[in-house]
């Protein structure tokens, strides 16, 4: 899939018109992307669900291995949320 569509499938599943489980499984596995603006995509996405203590530890793990200053900043962002 092009990377532009990972972060518009990212922002849809983001919406809140889907199935909260496949919505974190879906945009946890994009904070895997070599692309760092696909990374802070799905770290927007997850951080509508902030609440859910699953993607709190989800964010904190990609927050040990991100590389991007742009994705941790925006994942740090995110955390402060919570």
């Known amino acids: 899939m092009p990377d532009w569509d990972i972060v ?3 922002d849809i599943l983001a919406s809140g018109n889907a199935v909260t ?3 974190i499984a879906g945009l946890a ?3 895997g992307h070599p692309k760092a603006y696909v990374r802070e ?3 927007l996405g997850l951080r509508q669900h902030i609440e859910l203590l699953d993607v709190q530890r989800i964010l904190r793990d ?3 291995s991100e590389t991007s200053v742009e994705v ?3 994942i740090e ?3 402060r949320m919570a």
Do not use: G, R, Y
């Open 21 to 23: 489980s496949l919505v």
């Open 72 to 74: 941790k900043l925006a």
């Open 62 to 64: 990609a927050l040990l």
């Open 41 to 43: 995509s799905a770290v």
């Open 29 to 31: 596995t994009a904070l």
């Open 8 to 10: 518009v499938a990212c």
């Open 77 to 79: 962002s995110a955390l």
